[in-house]
Each structure stands twice: as C-alpha cells, then as structure tokens.
C-alpha cells in the first residue's frame, strides 16, 4: 500500500497569512502515461463530510475559492492557503488514487493564531 | 442536485452485521463509482473500497476483504455496504463518495454519514 504523511500534524496561523501544508507518497503517483499526478486535497470541517478542494494535484474544484493552491509532482505535493480565513479552520487531508487501497494522509489541523 | 442520502444510526453488539444505506439522486447513477470509506471517532479517514453501480465489481481494501461486501441496486439508484463480524474498532462514522467518473478519480459528492456504534 501506498503510505501518506503529512506535515505539521497542526497548524495556528493569524488570519490573512498564509498557510502551508505538505504531503508525501511512499511512492510517486505520477501517471507517466498522461503526466496526471494522482493526488487530491480534502478539508473537512467537525461533524461534516470532507469536501474536495484539489486534485490531479493542482486542479482546484469548482467553487473552491482561489486562495487554495495544490503543487508538486510525484511524492511530495503542498497545499497553500494564500491568506487565511476564519472558514479555513479545519482538518486537510491528502489522498493518492493512483491505486487501491486509496490512501488518505493522517490529516493537518488548522486553527486561527 | 447531486445528493447522497445515508441510512440512520446503528448499535451492534460484537460479531454481529451491519448494512448501511446510499441513496443517491441528482445525477446517472450507473455512470459513477461509489465509494465507501470510514472515520473512527477523532481519527482520520480510512478508504475502505468502491463499488461500480454500472457492473456491480468491487475493490475492497485488503484490511476488509472477508468481511466487507459492497453492492447496489440500480433500480432504486441506492448503494450498500454490508460489515460482518462487528468489533469495537469498527464504531465509526462510514460515508458512501462519488467518484468524480469511474475508476482512479477523486470524489466529489459525500454523504452525511452514518454513525455505526459497535458496543455490548
């Protein structure tokens, strides 16, 4: 199985900072046969179901607002919430679909300094 | 609007089963992969596999296999996903997703949850 980590397990930044959260694959899930690198970003909220927010790694999903960037390629990817809202605060979690079992990141809590 | 409408809260006692509910509307069923993954109370998510509503195959997460069937019945657009041989380290809160396609896609709609609570 592919194994996720995540870094910091936590986070507290002052609202409008910006906010990084990093991510890495036990192994690269960069598809080479259509450069897709097979990596989504998910925030869940307490007592909600966890909402998409990125994918192929960098493709934000409709609706999500701009703030949230997705980058990297391979085994190690970022989150970045450019200036930090309120609303952010959250868990964030990245999953690899690149093959069963679809593996989730233990998770990052973001809170507001 | 796509929705996914989970079955209600479940007390099991150990050993025994439990099969919970998806009942999705909104968008053609047979043309999405459901998910099914599952998060123990203040832990993380846990994948547990998906079932092809089109074709009825499955993938199951290797922790599960034996103990995990996940089906559908197209004609009333629902899935299911049936646990056996409860334990107390199965009281989670288990969410039916849709995969954004079907097959190596992220998933974009969730249900609301069902708590399964596994407990003598």
């Known amino acids: 199985d592919i194994v996720m980590t995540q870094s910091p397990d936590s986070l507290a930044a002052s609202l409008g900072e910006r906010a990084t959260i990093n991510c890495k694959s036990s192994?690269?899930?960069?598809?080479?046969?259509?450069?897709?690198?097979?990596l989504a970003w998910y925030q869940q909220k307490p007592g909600q179901p966890p909402k998409l927010l990125i994918y192929w790694a960098s493709t934000r999903e409709s609706g999500v607002p701009d703030r949230f960037s997705g980058s990297g390629s391979g085994t190690d990817f970022t989150l970045t919430i450019s200036s930090l809202q309120a609303e952010d605060v959250a868990v964030y979690y990245c999953?690899?679909?690149?093959?069963?079992?679809?593996?989730f990141g233990p998770g990052t809590k973001v809170d507001i300094k | 609007q796509v929705q996914l409408v989970q079955s209600g809260a479940e007390v099991k006692n150990p050993g025994a089963s439990v099969r919970v509910s998806c009942k999705a509307s909104?968008?053609?069923?047979?043309?999405?992969?459901m998910h099914w993954v599952r998060q123990a109370p203040g832990q993380g998510l846990e994948w547990m596999g998906w079932v092809n509503p089109n074709s009825g195959g499955t993938s199951y997460a290797h922790k599960f296999e034996g103990r995990v069937t996940m089906t559908r019945d197209t004609s009333i657009t629902t899935a299911y996903l049936e646990l056996t041989r409860l334990r107390s380290d199965d009281t989670a809160v288990y969410y039916c997703?849709?995969?954004?396609?079907?097959?190596?896609?992220?998933?974009?709609?969730w249900g609301q949850g069902t708590l399964v609570i596994v407990s003598s």
């Open positions: 909104g968008y053609i069923f047979t043309g999405y992969y």
């Open positions: 192994q690269s899930v960069l598809y080479s046969s259509n450069n897709k690198n097979y």
């Open positions: 999953q690899q679909y690149y093959t069963t079992p679809f593996t």
């Open positions: 997703a849709r995969e954004k396609g079907d097959g190596y896609n992220p998933t974009d709609y």
